[in-house]
């Protein structure tokens, strides 16, 4: 991208060959050799273990991001949540695309149709008749193919069915339309993603892979191709030998959730992703004994899985508002514009705060990446 008509300070945080130090607060700076890291060590881990990867690009909504996973990280394809997202992508020359959601509003059907074409592979989820049915007809309208992945709810009771019978009653109605395929199933849980506790995330990751298990005998003529997995326990889902691939997203980034997870190092299971994404926060006022306050709020910060962490142990992000987030200091050590890392709780929706990723090696700007599909979530 030309960065030329762009201003530092107004419409972008930073230009290439600047040092980290001039880039203007608050922003989001990725350390390109960990984000690098992050990415050789996902593309070891599918390859050693007979998996497809398809990252999920909810998580970054960068363009760049996607074709580095692709060209570079062992990714065949990505996955979107919403059907403008996923037109982003498209239209940056992305060529394999699921859907890993329902979408059910006849104009947004009508789109998906339309992004359709023979270069281009696209899919979707369903868990009922009704919509099974109206993906067809904006599909015949159009010309086009649909892969359909039936979900399955293997135990996150949020979409998706359980029942086998209702499950052969969809499939059938997809082997007769001309414009579907059955694809298999997406069977995420994510609900245990996030269990702190090794050994209790371990016994949910059983409980579900039981599940699925049976599922995949139950329906083993069709040889249905088994989707989902997230970064929270993907070394053990993958383990249990259901999944054909895995979706995993904040591996690329992480953030302070997923690096607070307990793993049981002994067994060296875990691939030891860092923080490679941090909000770039600056001090703008002293004001306040043995505290700082910075210029990252809740409108550069996602805080539905907690507060921030900070890189240094002597400092503690405590207290965020709408544009200020409060330091505690107690020895003293921040000054008036001095500029910190933040980690943020959940990388997904702190990346949909902002605009562009400055990306960072070496303490230089080496490249910018817009945060391409930012607020698309029609």
Same mark, same amino acid.
């Given at each position: ?5 762009? /201003? ?6 930073? @230009? ?5 130090? /001039?880039?203007?607060? *608050? &922003? ?6 960990? #984000? ?8 070891? #881990? ?5 998996? @497809? ?13 996607? @074709? ?11 996955? %979107?949540?919403?059907?403008? !997202? ?43 008749? !009704? ?27 949020? %979409? ?24 298999? #199933? ?37 040889? *249905? ?8 326990? #993907?070394?053990?889902?993958?383990? /249990? ?32 992703? /860092? ?24 409108? &550069? ?47 997904? *929706? ?29």
């Amino acid at each position: 991208m030309n960065l030329e008509a762009f /201003e530092v300070g107004f419409n972008i945080p930073a @230009k290439v060959g600047m040092d980290i130090t /001039e880039i203007q607060t *608050p &922003s989001l700076i990725i350390d390109f050799k960990i #984000f690098e890291n992050n990415i050789n060590k996902m593309r070891e #881990f599918v390859l050693n273990n007979n998996v @497809k990867l398809r990252p999920h690009a909810k998580m970054h909504k960068s363009i760049d991001v996607a @074709k580095y996973q692709i060209n570079k990280g062992g990714a065949h394809g990505i996955c %979107c949540q919403k059907v403008s !997202e996923a037109e982003i992508f498209v239209k940056a020359g992305i060529k394999d695309i699921l859907i890993t959601n329902q979408i059910t509003d006849s104009f947004k059907l009508e789109r998906l149709a339309k992004i359709t074409s023979k270069e281009l592979r696209i899919g979707c989820c369903v868990d009922n008749n !009704e919509n099974l049915t109206n993906i067809q007809k904006a599909a015949e309208r159009n010309n086009s193919l649909i892969d359909i992945y039936i979900e399955y709810d293997c135990g996150a009771n949020r %979409c998706g069915i359980k029942s086998f019978d209702k499950i052969n009653e969809l499939i059938i109605m997809i082997t007769e339309m001309d414009n579907l395929k059955f694809v298999g #199933f997406q069977a995420y849980n994510g609900s245990i993603q996030h269990i702190q506790d090794y050994k209790m995330r371990k016994k949910e990751v059983k409980k579900t892979c039981n599940n699925i298990k049976e599922l995949k005998a139950e329906f083993a003529k069709h040889s *249905p191709f088994i989707t989902g997995v997230g970064t929270g326990c #993907f070394d053990l889902e993958v383990s /249990e030998e259901v999944y054909d691939e895995i979706q995993v997203g904040s591996y690329a980034f992480m953030d302070a959730h997923y690096s607070s997870l307990k793993h049981d190092r002994k067994l060296n299971n875990f691939n030891n992703f /860092e923080n490679s994404l941090f909000v770039f926060t600056g001090v703008m006022s002293k004001a306040l004994q043995n505290h700082a306050v910075v210029d990252a709020g809740l409108k &550069s910060i996602a805080i539905d899985s907690g507060l921030p962490k900070t890189i240094n142990s002597q400092l503690e992000y405590i207290k965020c508002s709408d544009e200020h987030g409060i330091i505690a200091d107690p020895n003293n050590i921040l000054k008036i514009n001095d500029k910190i890392c933040l980690i943020p709780g959940h990388c997904d *929706p702190t990346c949909n705060l902002h605009d562009w990723y400055v990306v960072v090696k070496d303490s230089k700007v080496i490249n910018l990446w817009p945060i391409s599909a930012r607020g698309f979530s029609l």
